[in-house]
């Protein structure tokens, strides 16, 4: 539920709301990632987490009438969510005690965003602060990371928290200021101050706002601690394009099971009942079901969707991986459509209706931000899978996906040259089977756009105080979303070496990259996105691909080679 990706839920919400029953389970597929970062963030994990998800799906799902305005659908659903974590708050300040068992037993969110987003440097740091909030300021938190993120507006925000807009800048502002103070604990209890580890002898460990304070008085008084070594990225600049936590698969089993509250009656549909419509799909294999959403071994969570007779086929992966990183493998899934057999590496084929490929590797400037994109070719769509799942997050040399099917994929890119900064070596795109074409860019910007309203030389590619990032010559400037059509089989390695850069792979839908690329400087980005399909064999294909699987991607030749 990407804000620059997410489709037209016009359609759907509608279906839902006159009891459509693969309306209701397309929907519960699509927010369930989004209400679990919501309330694992504000909650950090508490025990209550599930419980809190489940109430919030609950009522939801079993109430669709109460959304009156389907362009409302993220803030009606934030809303709902809030009040529950508010509820929850509210049972529990009577009894609340200081050493809460439950929150010692309970899976901290902090550190499940750190391992399951594989965050380093600031970005960690930035997850681990979290834990010196306060409850209400966690709350807040958990909304603005989103809007950050980029799968909430500030719109959303404030109206899910039933304030204005200006009210919400101040709060958020406040929050800000005692996030960053917390990111100096983090950073400080990480160092070597004799005089930190005296005061913190007695200390059990456990963030709370007695040692918050007590840190940050020594903080403000100690020259050791007070000198770091690194400057603080500021946290909205960390979390730009992050993604959300995924939700493992035993969670959302938990939901299916009812978690001990399928007695409540939610509007006019019991919780029984309603996890016998919507969520008891969940449990069934997946050769079972034609439609709704299905949990497999190792981790995967599958929705699919069937040709209906009106409209053309779309499947849809979301997937929680599994510390193995075990590849999706799903029989509802169909196969790739035929494609070309291979050709050596350097050949360039020519099927029937064009030149595959010819226009490629070439430098482009960036059109007018107030440009609309061309209209966007629609090309087959049966489903794309991925090693990596539905959300491959790769930050390593040598991290890869393979990518097989027939359809669309998604490449954000995360430059970090307040890591490291220098000269780009490009991910590759090899062991090429079929066709692969670069589609389209968006993400509402380039990465050579400004970033900062108060630092001039601030761009995707860094800054005059953190140093840049600069691509081989002759290399295309990437945008923050690059969507590529698969059909066949290929593989993205990251190639990184004398920069740091990380890469998110999701496969996607005609949908949400139409939607990305038409959104411009009216609803907040920094320019409309770019069509770069012509509909024929003559659209670009990605720079450094190969139909060739060399034993280190990085050798793979700077232009093209299909």
């Not at 987490?49 to 669709?64: F, Y």
Request: charged share 20%; aromatic share 6%.
């Amino acid at each position: 539920m990407n804000v620059r990706g997410t489709r037209d839920w016009r359609d759907t919400v509608a279906a839902a709301q006159a009891s459509d029953r693969r309306a209701l389970d397309d929907l519960t597929a699509s927010w369930l990632p989004l209400v679990y970062n919501i309330v694992g963030r504000a909650l950090n994990g508490h025990a209550d987490v599930d419980d809190v998800v489940q109430e919030t799906m609950l009522r939801a799902v079993g109430n669709p009438g109460s959304l009156r305005d389907p362009d409302s659908l993220r803030s009606w659903l934030v809303a709902i969510a809030m009040r529950q974590i508010r509820d929850r708050a509210r049972r529990r300040s009577a009894d609340r005690l200081p050493a809460d068992a439950a929150a010692r037993d309970s899976a901290d969110f902090a550190e499940l965003t750190v391992l399951r987003l594989h965050l380093e440097g600031q970005r960690r740091e930035v997850a681990e602060a979290v834990r010196w909030l306060d409850d209400e300021e966690r709350q807040l938190l958990s909304l603005w990371w989103l809007e950050v993120a980029g799968e909430l507006t500030r719109r959303e925000l404030a109206e899910a928290l039933g304030i204005s807009r200006q009210h919400a800048a101040v709060r958020v502002q406040r929050m800000k200021g005692r996030l960053e103070a917390a990111r100096g604990i983090v950073r400080a209890l990480e160092g070597a101050c004799p005089k930190l580890g005296e005061l913190t002898a007695r200390w059990d460990g456990r963030p709370d706002s007695v040692w918050r304070k007590r840190l940050a008085r020594h903080l403000r008084g100690c020259g050791y601690c007070g000198d770091a070594p690194e400057t603080l990225v500021p946290a909205e600049r960390l979390l730009v394009g992050l993604a959300l936590v995924p939700v493992p698969a035993g969670f959302a089993l938990s939901l299916a099971l009812g978690g001990g509250k399928t007695a409540v009656a939610v509007g006019t549909t019991s919780t029984a009942g309603w996890s016998a419509k919507a969520l008891g799909v969940l449990t069934k294999p997946a050769v079972a079901v034609a439609a709704g959403a299905t949990i497999v071994a190792g981790g995967a969570y599958v929705v699919v969707q069937t040709r209906a007779p009106d409209r053309p086929s779309r499947t849809h992966v979301s997937v929680a991986p599994t510390a193995r990183g075990t590849a999706l493998r799903s029989p509802a899934i169909r196969p790739p459509s035929p494609s070309p057999s291979p050709s050596p590496a350097g050949a360039s084929p020519t099927p029937s209706g064009g030149s595959y490929g010819t226009v490629v590797d070439a430098v482009d400037r960036a059109p007018n931000p107030d440009t609309p994109p061309a209209a966007l070719p629609h090309r087959p769509e049966t489903g794309v899978t991925s090693t990596g799942g539905a959300h491959a997050v790769m930050n390593h040399r040598g991290d890869s996906v393979m990518l097989s099917g027939t359809g669309y994929v998604l490449v954000r890119w995360q430059i970090s040259p307040q890591y490291r900064s220098g000269s780009l070596v490009m991910p590759a795109w090899t062991g090429l089977k079929g066709k692969l074409f670069h589609v389209a860019s968006g993400g509402g910007r380039r990465m050579d756009d400004p970033v900062s309203t108060t630092d001039p030389t601030a761009t995707g590619m860094g800054s005059k105080a953190t140093g840049y990032d600069v691509l081989p010559s002759g290399t295309q400037q990437m945008w923050q979303n690059e969507y590529f059509h698969l059909d066949g089989a290929v593989t993205l390695t990251v190639n990184e070496r004398g920069a740091d850069y990380g890469l998110n792979v999701f496969p996607t839908t005609w949908e949400a990259v139409e939607k990305d690329i038409t959104t411009g400087p009216a609803q907040g980005a920094k320019r409309y996105g770019l069509v770069r399909d012509t509909g024929r064999d003559d659209t670009p294909v990605p720079q450094y691909l190969t139909r060739a699987a060399p034993a280190d991607p990085a050798t793979v030749a700077q232009r093209s080679r299909v």
